[in-house]
C-alpha cells in the first residue's frame, strides 16, 4: 500500500487540497494555517467546561467559526477526516512547496482551530516538517501528555508551543517551546492588537529562541 501511496503523483494544488480538506485564509497571519474543529479537541473539550481557562472562552467557538457556521464547519471535519487518507503527508507537503504565501513567506501554522488528534496525526506532522525544511512550522497545543510522551525526535524546523491552560496562568512546564493568556495588555508580548490583530513583521510564534508567548486574550 505504501509503495502505491509513493507512485501517486500529486501535481496540482487542486489535487492536493481535495485531499486535505482546503486550508485556512486569516487576515492576521503572514501565511496560510490548516485547521480542525474546537470541537473534537480531546484536552480543549475538557477545558471548556472549566471556568478560567483559555478553552471556556474559546475564540474558535465565537466570531466567524459560529457566524459562517454552515460553510465553515463542514469544512473543518473535512480536513479532520482527511488526516487518515494515506497521501495526506504528501498532500500537505506538494502545498508547503507551492502554495505561495507559504513559499513567499517560508512559515506555516498549524491549527488556528482544533489540536492534534493523537500520535499518529503528530507523526504524520513532524514527516511534513521533515520533508519541508525550508519552511518553520509553528504548533500551537494543549496536548501536554502527548507531546511530552513523543518518543522520537522533534524537527528542528517544528516550533511546538504548549499551551498554558488557564487565563493569567504561568506557562506549561516543558522543554522546548509555550504560550500563556492574559487579561492585561500590559503583560502581553504578543502585540498583534496595536496592529489591527496582525502580525505585522513580528514573527516570535514561529521562533524556537523565544520560550514563551503570551497573547492577550481575545
Given at each position: ?124 506532522i ?16 494543549k ?10 525526535p522533534?524537527?528542528?524546523?517544528l ?51 523565544v ?8
Amino acid at each position: 500500500m505504501d509503495i502505491q501511496n509513493n507512485l501517486v503523483e500529486i501535481n496540482t494544488l487542486k489535487a492536493a487540497k481535495e485531499i486535505v480538506g482546503g486550508w485556512s485564509v486569516t487576515s492576521k497571519m503572514p501565511t496560510i494555517s490548516w485547521s480542525t474543529p474546537a470541537q473534537e479537541c480531546n484536552t480543549g473539550s475538557k477545558l471548556r467546561k472549566i471556568k478560567g481557562t483559555v478553552c471556556s472562552d474559546c475564540y474558535a467557538m465565537k466570531g466567524n467559526y459560529v457566524r459562517y457556521k454552515k460553510n465553515i464547519l463542514p469544512a473543518l471535519y473535512k480536513r479532520l477526516e482527511s488526516i487518515a487518507n494515506p497521501l495526506w503527508v504528501k498532500a500537505m507537503v506538494f502545498i508547503m512547496k507551492n502554495q505561495k504565501t507559504v513559499k513567499d513567506s517560508g512559515l506555516f501554522r498549524w491549527h488556528d482551530s482544533g489540536d492534534i488528534q493523537g500520535v499518529e496525526h503528530l507523526d504524520k506532522i513532524c514527516q511534513i516538517a521533515y520533508e519541508t525544511p525550508e519552511i518553520t512550522h509553528w504548533l500551537p497545543t494543549k496536548e501536554s501528555n502527548l507531546v511530552m510522551n513523543y518518543t522520537k525526535p522533534i524537527p528542528k524546523n517544528l516550533v511546538i508551543r504548549l499551551s498554558g491552560s488557564f487565563v493569567d496562568g504561568k506557562p506549561p512546564i516543558f522543554r522546548c517551546n509555550t504560550s500563556t493568556v492574559v487579561s492585561d495588555k500590559d503583560n502581553a508580548t504578543c502585540r498583534a492588537f496595536e496592529n489591527e490583530g496582525k502580525c505585522g513583521d513580528c514573527r516570535q510564534c514561529w521562533d524556537s529562541s523565544v520560550k514563551n508567548v503570551s497573547y492577550f486574550q481575545h
